[in-house]
């Protein structure tokens, strides 16, 4: 299997993971297709937004990819008064990753990262490995040290 850049940083770090790839074209997938194809409950699989907030900061939000991000919690968790999504053009520029391969780990800028909290109740979950194609799995309380990301309620209620 290939090795992404963000699987190196874990090696380095000694952070335990598991990879799982699946396949696809260059593309982006949708996270419910993704969960399908490495055979996992889709509350286990993550997306990573990136949002810019009022004050023009960027912001990472690591959701459940079958939830919506509620863009006022977001911004209360990154303590803006608002924050938009970043425009499909600006994110490659901002981040180094591609839609449907952004990881939280290894972007060009470490970004204040938030998880949501249903990542606590979990034994592992999983994100992009920076590649699409690849997934990463680990345990949240890893990923949140990692990047220094704090836990917090970012989902729209259902």
Known sequence: MQKTNVM??????RIPYTAHTYPHTDSPVDGSSVAAL????????FKTLVARG?????????????KE???????AAA??????????????PTTGYVRGGCSPIGMKKQ??????????SLDCLLVSAGR???QIELAPDALRDLVQAEFFDLCVEE
């Open 8 to 13: 190196r940083i874990l090696e380095q770090r």
């Open 132 to 134: 699409i194609g690849f």
């Open 38 to 45: 490495i055979g996992r409950d889709p509350s286990q699989v």
């Open 79 to 92: 303590g803006e008064k608002s924050v938009a999504m970043l425009h499909l053009n600006e994110l490659t």
């Open 54 to 66: 009022a004050s023009r900061s960027c912001y990472v939000f690591v959701i459940p990819v079958m």
């Open 69 to 75: 991000l509620d863009l006022k919690k977001a911004a």
């Open 111 to 120: 970004f204040p990262t938030y998880i949501d909290c249903s990542a606590q």
